[in-house]
């Protein structure tokens, strides 16, 4: 297993895929990751379809049109539902986005340790996903195909902000005097 660090910085944008198919194992391993993700008030408000038919496939590569794409042996869906997820009283702000982002990327990071490649896709033809894989409740955030990193696969430098564009310590900085 690598440190999270090593992980984190391995981790990248696959856009190609060898035509190897994912095993079960790294499968099995995957979903517990995604199983074990946190979310608001532990309500869980997502669900992931895993496309690996030939036929489910070519259905939801007419949602996204990337050359790329079409590389990929298998893919997660990645679906909120926003009748199950906690909302903020104060301002009615919406925990479903961001649940499912944080088991997606759980999904991403789980991958990487196994040696796969992942790329987030969030440009697609949502109500023609809708229609091809209706789940009721459910709408989709993102696409993730998932595989084996082909050897030839470009990936791009990480370019990162700094620390110090990033983040800043409350605690340090003097506050102006507030009179009320």
Known sequence: MKDFLDLCESRFAVRKFTDEPVSNEDLEYIKSAILLSPSAANRQPWKFLIVTSEEGKDKLRTCYDGQWFRTAPMYFVCMKNPLQSWERKEDGKCSDDIDVAIATEHL?????????????????????????????????????????????????????????????????????????
Request: proline share 7%; glycine share 6%; hydrophobic share 40%.
């Open 108 to 180: 991403c990071l789980a991958a990487a340790d196994r040696g796969l490649g992942t790329c987030w896709v969030c440009h697609f033809n949502q109500d023609l996903l809708k229609s091809l894989f209706p789940v009721q409740g459910y709408e989709a955030v993102a696409i993730v195909p998932v595989g084996h990193i082909a050897p030839d696969c470009p990936r791009a430098e990480k370019d990162r902000k700094s620390m110090k564009e990033l983040f800043e310590d409350a605690d340090c900085h003097e506050m102006p005097m507030m009179y009320y």
